[in-house]
């Protein structure tokens, strides 16, 4: 086999080893849904007070994503200011700032952050139509909700769409 293993950080934030995890605040719904389909596991709540967000991610240890200047740069926190208006964008401010997703993407519910599992037809008869299962093969389900997803044209849109996220979180911009 060729080389050793690289020693050494490779730039790898030393504040942690703690896998990444993410909080973010009630601005930032559609990123946070996004966030999670590419792999990030994303807390989200849309009704909290700042104090109590920030109170969570220093208890859960996640980096809080707000787009409130205040509260970013509140102390004893490891926050991100997201600043850009566009989801593209500010998917890329995460990934420039925190590094890729820790996850493969479609391993975490969109809906509520839970880990989804592999399910056989069988397991989920009651919650899809009768032409999905007779026509689909592959169903996951999150482990939380209950939300079942399967590669009809919805996930064949999210896929094209996270393609297409990657392609551009891959590309060094500038
Ligand atoms: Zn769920």
Redesign the pocket.
Known sequence: MGGAAVAGGRGVDAVTAAPLELLADCMLGRLAKWLRLLGYDTAYENDASDPHLARRARAEGRVLLTRDHELAGRRGLRTLLIESETLEEQVQEVQDALGPPPDPALSR??????V?ETVTPAEIADHAPLYVLRTQTEFRR??????VYWPGTHIQAMRAHLEEMRKRIEEPSG
């Open positions: 519910c969109s809906v509520c952050n839970g989804l999150c482990s939380n909700c209950g939300k």
